[in-house]
């Protein structure tokens, strides 16, 4: 054997192991060292981990998440653009839900503007344009998402290869009323509050993620395609925080406003 098909096998291994510890982290509630993703050594082979997760947990997928939508994210995770990540259908619910939360994964919830697509979009050479994205919309959508970390110490300290290989940090995602007719708002000045326990914790707008929300819808569909990956009719695809992301713990009770998109709530169990 050659040392090229020793490096690949051997890569192959870690990939394989370090997805069925995340995977198991994931379902059992508990979190890995942080030592365990030492070996990733660029993005690629952050999000073969993802796709192996995905392969171990024979769950069909509900959308997309993307995550770093903000400058000082990225500059603080060394990127230079926003990741993406599957988020599976047992981790997709409707508005309102009740959730398990683990407190070893130092949950915390955002706010964001998600799109319901229409029709799919294949994977093809030439970039598609924002128009051409649009028409494949067929509603927005306001929404929670629980993030956090299956490695020890939370998301403060991850790094990039670490988060992406940790489905970019996605716990659970909540959706709330599809608007349908969605073209005239201007999501960029649109306003939305996060409530926990009843008590206003942050305010924002969609101009809080790079470019908005359809500029970030604009990345995703282009960088999943780059990356070979249909997107489907039915699926969601969220486009970042739009609020600072707040710590939570079992018993809260969070509400998302979204002015007239709708009001998402989540109650948090342990």
Known sequence: MSKLESFSNNRETQIDTLSRLLWNARIYGHSIPYSEGSWLQNINES???QSKIEQLSNIPRAGWKVGAT?????????????????????YSFENPADLIIFP?????VESEFSFRMKHDLLPRKQSYHLDEIIDAVDAVCPALELVGSRFA????HVGALRLISDMVGNIAFVAGTPTTEWTHLNLNNHRV????NGVLMTSGQGSNVIGGPLSVLEW???HLS???TPIINGEIITTG??????????GDIIESDFGNLGIIELKLLG
């Open 226 to 228: 780059k990356m070979n």
């Open 220 to 222: 995703t569909v282009n």
């Open 153 to 156: 110490g939370g998301l403060s």
């Open 70 to 90: 903000n400058k000082d994210i990225q500059v603080m995770l060394q990127i230079d653009e926003p990741a993406s990540a599957p988020i599976l259908q047992s």
């Open 104 to 108: 070893e994964h130092n949950p915390l």
């Open 193 to 196: 509050s996060l409530y926990k």
């Open 47 to 49: 999000y073969m981990v």
């Open 241 to 250: 925080t739009c609020t600072k992301p707040i710590p939570v713990e079992a």
